[in-house]
């Protein structure tokens, strides 16, 4: 159920609207369901319509008129509020209506329940699926009533009443979403053609150049290149910058002028001061050393984006919520990194995603460093030859949206979850289009008969929960094919199986078999261990297959750094 609050000063016009049968075609049968006492004249029952409705006005406007004479009237002394049923929900009857209008009324602070000198008001149906409720918010003391909040305090109360009546829950948000375009910007959308409003086109400009920036003053010189977008930086007396505005070339107003938004029209997030903070905690990449392979972003994005699923579930809300902002950047700047044909639902997941990044839990950004690091690492290197790299990563990702669906609901982030389940299928398509050549190409470089006899033991023996449905799934052949390759540059499969299996658990992968293939590739590309080191794990009785001998990886370095790995090869 859903409530709509207004103000006015017109009670005489409102009555009439909500009595108007004649150009309001929906008003079929207006009649009044409750008021504030139970005998307020009704003028959808009367013999005389006309000579009602003035009765009607002239009792809800009494207190107006007594406060007016003492000058302590408001200006505004109208309260209006629709309540609209969902269109699965059964008809309601006038009885519960009336129920519903006075816990309302009593919720918002126009009549408490118990007061007697609460504000005098009538509830209107004039069709089977909702009321409107019209008061006057001068009280019987001649003070005005306290309604602060009433939005929200409306629709905690009808949040209630969905439940207890049986009624469809409406998903429900927590006033950290970006604002929404308005009719009048959506008409105007229309007649130009533009599928986004201006206020949504610039604000998925702002957020890609935020994904892509290292600082703020890289932030701006982004937007100011951007073909199409005008900005304008406000500065402080000093000379720092304050703030900026954009605006989209072509959209203006009625003098022709260009229409500006601020970062925080936009979206909460975009203010000038929160994108400061959210790039300072940027890991900045260690430079190129001498002798040394420089690591590739795209398996240290992905690693970063694997333990996301474990920070939100063993982490507190404030680093959680960080990883969530950060993840979010990450499928800001992907559709830069795609091929073309997966650009549209990589946008499409962005652009769901976005409301999922934010909630009232305030995010501590320097727990997500490393992420923020190498993604900006990876818009700077040029795209990759293939989309295994871009499997590989979006593998990873599906696993965090589920995560972030499950931390949302644990919270009763309502508008978060319904965006990300919304991300979920858009991020889906996306990786079941990007990994099928390169799983397909190795899938046709599948070992022999024997070979792969054996890697279905090491298979069962890593990971025995999920061994039969790896073994039966078609994408058997291109993580056995994973494994010859890794083996063929010095690594064990067994133990690169079972490093891959506790790297992240797989309980909540589609396909199991896929996500081991991605894993160990990755782990595959790290150099193979040396002789030297094979012969010391052979001597060393500390050792065993399931504690692997190239121990300069992930699980002997702090978590915001990643070892080098090698180039990936296009196959």
Avoid at 199 to 220: I, K, M, Q, Y
Avoid at 357 to 364: D, F, G, P, V, W
Avoid at 384 to 403: G, K, N, T, Y
Avoid at 414 to 440: I, S
Wanted: glycine share 4%.
């Amino acid at each position: 159920m859903i409530a709509k609050i207004s103000g006015g000063k017109d009670t005489a016009g409102l009555i009439r609207y909500l009595f108007d049968t004649k150009k309001a075609k929906d008003h079929t049968d207006p009649h009044l369901v409750a008021s504030w006492d139970g005998f307020a004249p009704d003028p959808g029952r009367a013999d005389d319509f006309d000579a009602t409705k003035r009765l009607l006005v002239a009792d809800l406007d009494l207190h107006v008129k007594q406060a007016r004479r003492l000058g302590r009237a408001p200006e505004k002394h109208v309260w209006h509020c629709s309540l609209r049923a969902a269109k699965t929900d059964r008809t309601l009857s006038d009885e519960e209506w009336a129920a519903i209008a006075r816990r309302v009324v009593a919720a918002t602070g126009i009549a408490p329940e118990g007061d007697p000198d609460g504000c005098r008001w009538v509830a209107v149906r004039h069709a089977p699926d909702h009321i409107h409720i019209a008061a006057t918010k001068v009280r019987g003391d001649l003070g005005t009533a306290r309604h602060w909040n009433d939005y929200l305090t409306a629709d905690k109360e009808l949040a209630a009443i969905e439940k207890e009546y049986g009624l469809f829950q409406v998903v429900r948000g927590d006033r950290t979403a970006a604002k929404r375009p308005t009719r009048a910007e959506q008409e105007k959308a229309r007649r130009a053609g533009q599928q986004h409003t201006a206020r949504e086109r610039l604000r998925t400009t702002v957020r890609t150049a935020v994904a892509a920036a290292t600082s703020t003053e890289e932030f701006v010189r982004l937007l100011e290149h951007t073909d199409g977008v005008l900005v304008d930086v406000k500065h402080f007396p000093s000379g720092d910058v304050r703030g900026y505005t954009v605006a989209l070339e072509g959209d203006a107003n009625g003098k022709k002028e260009p229409i500006w938004y601020s970062g925080s029209e936009l979206s909460p997030d975009l203010s000038f001061p929160k994108i400061r903070k959210r790039l300072e905690a940027t890991e900045p990449q260690p430079p190129d050393r001498a002798g040394h392979r420089r690591a590739n972003p795209w398996h240290q994005a992905t690693a970063a984006t694997e333990r996301i699923p474990h920070r939100l579930g063993h982490g507190d809300d404030a680093a959680a919520q960080a990883h969530l902002a950060a993840f979010g950047e990450t499928l800001d700047a992907l559709p830069l990194l795609a091929p073309q044909d997966l650009r549209p639902q990589l946008r499409q997941a962005a652009e769901a995603f976005e409301r999922a990044t934010r909630s009232r839990i305030q995010a501590e950004h320097q727990h997500a460093r490393a992420l923020r690091g190498a993604v900006r690492a990876m818009v700077r290197e040029p795209a990759p030859r293939d989309s295994a790299l871009l499997a590989m990563f979006l593998d990873a990702a599906v696993l965090v949206v589920i995560a972030a669906t499950r931390w949302h609901q644990l919270r009763h982030h309502d508008q978060q979850v319904a965006a990300a389940r919304q991300t979920l299928v858009h991020l889906q398509a996306a990786y079941d289009q990007a990994a099928a050549e390169p799983l397909a190409a190795l899938a046709a470089r599948t070992p022999p008969a024997a070979t792969v006899q054996r890697y279905a033991q090491d298979v069962r023996e890593a990971v025995p929960a999920y061994a039969e449905q790896i073994l039966t799934e078609p994408a058997w052949d291109a993580l056995a094919a994973t494994l010859a390759a890794a083996e063929a540059t010095g690594h064990d499969p067994g133990e690169l199986l079972q490093r891959a299996a506790e790297q992240r658990p797989l309980a909540d992968a589609k396909s199991p078999a896929k996500t081991l293939t991605w894993r160990i590739q990755r782990l595959g590309h790290r150099n193979a261990p040396s002789p030297k080191a094979r012969a010391a794990q052979a001597r060393s009785p500390h050792l065993s297959r399931t504690q692997p001998f190239a121990r300069s990886t992930a699980e002997t370095i702090p978590a915001h750094t990643t070892p080098p790995s090698r180039p990936h090869r296009s196959r």
